[in-house]
């Protein structure tokens, strides 16, 4: 894989306002005999945060991997600032994860490595224009953007799975990217932690506007940090609005997702 | 007039021979993505950048750290030699061939195999374990998604670090063998070291210590590709970590120990 070069602030610019910055069309995943992603649908702009709710196993995660080109879709087109991950080669798909950020759902922090280094890595893999001193001032100003000051040099294995999820989000911001995906980013957490992280990615998105995903199922953590609110079911976008949009639906599904939630 | 009924002949049944049986097509179906797994970091480790920082760490944790378990070993084993083979050749009235036999049998045969078993099971366990943990809980995704090649930053500085440090260690074990083989045979009846080493190394030439030591770089590709292939692969949580170890291990010795037969083979065959 040849060597990434980081589009400019001002390449990024002209190119997030050309399209939107997350175009899924038609996307289709099967898993063996079952379906999990059946045409799926939908835009994403810069500024805006859109929520992918359902119940688990409906293909939420699935669709966030195939948007950062870690799966196929069998059929269908997943555009990432233009470039097509399902059909990209290896340089254009690595050249648009540059300008991605991803919070796994259980943070998948580097356990080998301490909190600063995990933070640095894509500065480490992806900057080599920053000399050691800028790449750490930059590390610090992430932590302390997410409220880990003073963790530096701690494992992972020693922090919460609260401040396990800063780190992670502080490592998916490193390249300041345009677009954040964020899979169950409260899950496993306490309601209090729970609603910091949601403060958090609020504050993130309305400082860096980036383009967003939220996969989860948690309706009370979609009405605080979502713009607009997807919800799935059987592998397939059932309706897709704002949250007063899913409260005057007539599906059943849709009534007995909120009303269970709620 | 009664008919007599037709009686239809018995036609045999020929077996199916179209589908194989399940363990050939699961061993077939191993070696195939195998193949396309070593492709794959091979493609990775030859483009820059390269990961130079990785891959000095992992030359300590394969060799620095493997090294007192290895010159161990190859203590031990000269001690045995040394034990076993004045006991067979006193018997012959050959006991001056001591020095001699000992140092063949360690730089030529049972340092490099040795060498090779150990770290299989020391480095192959630990990397097959490592990368598996890091597959089941998505840190092999998340370096794929921060666009950095696993098979670049994980899979070849491995292997690299197994072909570069085992010759390394192969050395270290056949000098604590020789060594440790004269200390046997000294308590037994004093011989110097200079006399056992000038004694031992009469009439070996280059095919006897540097074709043996440097074939243990195939050991290393052999032990550092399956355990970077069966962790990367791995599936199932705490279950797939265990089973990626010890396939690990079971893989990687079988396959050293067939290697050493065919390369013995090469090796005579190349310094007659």
Not at chain 1, 47 to 56: D, P
Not at chain 2, 168 to 182: E, K
Not at chain 2, 221 to 227: E, K, M, P, Q
Request: glycine fraction near 8%; proline fraction near 5%; include cysteine.
């Amino acid at each position: 894989m040849p060597v990434t070069e980081i589009p400019k602030p001002a390449d990024k610019e002209v190119a997030a306002q050309a399209h939107p910055a997350i175009d899924i069309q038609k996307v289709t995943k099967s898993f063996g005999p079952q379906r999990v992603l059946d045409g799926v649908s939908f835009e994403v702009r810069r500024g805006e945060t859109l929520a992918v709710l359902g119940r688990s196993g409906t293909g939420k995660s699935v669709l966030l991997r195939i948007i950062v080109g870690l799966q196929k879709p069998d059929s269908g087109a997943a555009l990432i600032l233009g470039t097509n991950m399902a059909e990209a080669d290896d340089a254009s798909i690595a050249a648009a994860r540059t300008q991605m950020g991803f919070l796994f759902q259980h943070a998948a922090l580097y356990d080998s490595l301490t909190v600063e280094e995990n933070v640095a890595f894509p500065l480490v893999h992806h900057r080599q224009d920053m000399s050691q001193s800028e790449k750490k001032d930059r590390v610090r100003d992430l932590l302390h953007e997410v409220g880990l000051d003073g963790h530096l040099n701690k494992m992972p294995s020693n922090i919460s799975g609260g401040m396990q999820k800063r780190v992670g989000l502080a490592r998916a911001l490193a390249l300041d990217p345009v677009i954040l995906l964020l899979d169950e980013p409260t899950a496993g957490l306490d309601p209090i932690s729970s609603g910091e992280i949601d403060e958090l990615i609020l504050k993130l998105q309305q400082e860096h506007q980036m383009a967003s995903i939220v996969v989860t199922h948690d309706m009370v953590s979609a009405r605080t940090i979502a713009t607009r609110i997807a919800l799935m079911d059987k592998g397939r976008v059932l309706i897709e609005g704002s949250f007063e949009d899913l409260k005057h639906s007539d599906e059943k599904f849709v009534t007995q997702f909120l009303h269970r939630d709620l | 007039m009664s008919s007599t009924p037709q009686v239809k002949p018995l036609t045999p049944v020929a077996p199916d021979v179209t589908a194989p049986p399940g363990l050939i097509v699961a061993f077939l179906d191993w070696f195939g993505e195998f193949g396309i797994f070593f492709w794959r970091v091979l493609r990775s480790g030859v483009t820059p950048p390269y990961e130079f920082a990785e891959f000095f760490r992992q030359l300590d944790e394969v060799g620095s750290k493997s090294l007192p378990l290895v010159a161990a070993a190859g203590g031990a084993i000269g001690v045995v030699l040394a034990l076993e083979a004045r006991s067979s050749l006193v018997r012959f009235g050959a006991k001056s061939l001591l020095p001699a036999t000992v140092v063949f049998a360690v730089v030529t045969e049972m340092g490099p195999i040795l060498t090779g078993l150990i770290v299989s099971g020391r480095v192959g366990a630990g990397i097959g374990a490592e990368l598996s943990a890091m597959r089941v809980t998505e840190q092999i995704d998340a370096i794929e998604a921060s666009a950095v090649d696993p098979y670049k930053l994980l899979a070849a500085t491995r292997i690299l670090a197994c072909i570069v440090a085992l010759p390394l260690l192969t050395l270290a074990a056949s000098a604590c063998g020789v060594f440790m083989g004269w200390v046997t045979a000294t308590l037994i009846e004093p011989i110097s070291l200079v006399h056992f080493i000038n004694t031992g190394f009469q009439g070996a030439g280059f095919k006897d210590l540097l074709p043996p030591t440097f074939k243990t770089s195939v050991y290393g590709l052999i032990i550092g590709s399956i355990a970077c292939f069966t962790g990367m692969r791995a599936k199932g949580g705490a279950e797939g970590v265990g089973r990626a170890a010890t396939t690990s291990v079971v893989l990687s010795s079988l396959f050293v120990i067939l290697a050493d037969v065919i390369l013995v083979k090469i090796i005579l065959l190349l310094f007659p």
